[in-house]
């Protein structure tokens, strides 16, 4: 039984429903752990589910980051030092992944609570956790506020990239069955994958 | 042996390469069939890999176009009458819905020339892909242009989600088990995915 549920009923909805609801409309993601430290030099890590490729030349990817009206480590660190890490999560670590989200003291990094081991690569200053599969080191090119409700677009430059070699195709393509890293919908739900098919550039035949 | 690619190499990838290596960085993210007619009335059908959640009250939705140098439909309809849908792809249908990424000439529909049949839901003027498991009206919000490199971020509101009873939950989750909709990386590959698990809201405990 088909069911549509419009602007209006969605408005109405109890709070958490509409979150989860609405969190869920654009499917299937790759939830990223967001490497920064503060001007000071504390160390943060942090979930982020919204992450979009901008262009390839230059390099650029995009993140949704959520309202800064109350204090949100990550944008705070990325505007203050302008370098970000983006940590693709494996498998395995999924529940440590999800674990970031939540609140802790100023005093206490998220790597440490976790025992997430942050490493750095030669050269470039934000942390990396060092059980990624796919590290990404970016420095920031634009924060924009999105006007329709004060969600910020944070767009950076990508400046280096880590990946295990055997990933890694000759056609440029990244193998994610070798990285083996998590699928997630919404908030909080979590999915492996499995190849189907590389399909070959689309062209109209008569 | 892990491999570090700086944004210098990068750079001095060959075209595809470097599109496919971009592309495939920011991970897993659901493939969308964008629905549009032209003012004229021709209706057309396009896969966008780039949608992401920008809000839930009231319910927005982004996506990332490319420039609009040549001509693109379906940044042009949108534009034209304010409102598009985002159809979710069946498992069984990504071979089609990575063909609407070819060049048809002017006078044929995505819809038709792949055998993908168009459905309208009543007060909607917008065409949706019948067979989408989940399918989205929107209305126009916001166009903007992304300085780095001529993209263009595309907001919309939610006006309308059509989805079988059985899988939208009682908690405003979607169960994309039950919805069986195919997930990408990059350009071209094609995954199924499996429900690992759904956690609790994550809080700091000492």
Same mark, same amino acid.
């Given at each position: 039984?088909?069911?549509?549920?419009?602007?209006?009923?969605?408005?109405?909805?109890?709070?958490?429903?509409?979150?989860?609801?609405?969190?869920?409309?654009?499917?299937?993601?790759?939830?990223?752990?967001?490497?920064?430290?503060?001007?000071?030099?504390?160390?943060?890590?942090?979930?982020?589910?919204?992450?979009?490729?901008?262009?390839?030349?230059?390099?650029?990817?995009?993140?949704?980051?959520?309202?800064?009206?109350?204090?949100?480590? &990550?944008? *705070?660190?990325?505007? /203050?030092?302008?370098?970000?890490?983006?940590?693709?999560?494996?498998? #395995?670590? %999924?529940?440590? !992944?999800?674990? &970031?989200? *939540?609140?802790?003291? /100023?005093?206490?990094?998220?790597?440490?609570?976790?025992?997430?081991? #942050?490493? %750095?690569?030669? !050269?470039?200053?934000?942390?990396?956790?060092?059980?990624?599969?796919?590290?990404?080191?970016?420095?920031?090119?634009?924060?924009?506020?999105?006007?329709?409700?004060?969600?910020?677009?944070?767009?950076?430059?990508?400046?280096?990239?880590?990946?295990?070699?055997?990933?890694?195709?000759?056609?440029?393509?990244?193998?994610?069955?070798?990285?083996?890293?998590?699928?997630?919908?919404?908030?909080?739900?979590?999915?492996?994958?499995?190849?189907?098919?590389?399909?070959?550039?689309?062209?109209?035949?008569?």
């Amino acid at each position: 039984m088909k069911k549509i549920i419009t602007a209006a009923e969605i408005k109405e909805y109890d709070r958490f429903l509409r979150m989860h609801f609405c969190n869920c409309l654009t499917g299937f993601k790759s939830p990223l752990l967001v490497g920064t430290t503060s001007e000071s030099g504390n160390e943060n890590l942090a979930i982020f589910s919204n992450v979009f490729h901008i262009g390839a030349d230059p390099s650029t990817i995009g993140m949704i980051a959520r309202p800064t009206t109350i204090p949100r480590d &990550t944008v *705070a660190n990325i505007s /203050e030092t302008k370098i970000y890490t983006l940590n693709h999560i494996p498998l #395995a670590d %999924y529940e440590k !992944g999800h674990l &970031t989200s *939540a609140k802790y003291p /100023e005093e206490i990094s998220e790597f440490e609570a976790l025992n997430l081991k #942050a490493e %750095y690569i030669e !050269g470039f200053g934000a942390p990396f956790y060092a059980d990624a599969p796919l590290k990404i080191g970016l420095s920031l090119s634009s924060i924009t506020p999105i006007k329709e409700n004060d969600t910020i677009l944070i767009i950076g430059k990508v400046e280096l990239v880590e990946v295990e070699e055997k990933n890694l195709m000759v056609t440029g393509h990244l193998d994610f069955s070798g990285l083996r890293t998590v699928a997630s919908t919404g908030l909080d739900t979590y999915y492996s994958t499995k190849f189907i098919d590389r399909l070959p550039y689309a062209k109209y035949r008569k």
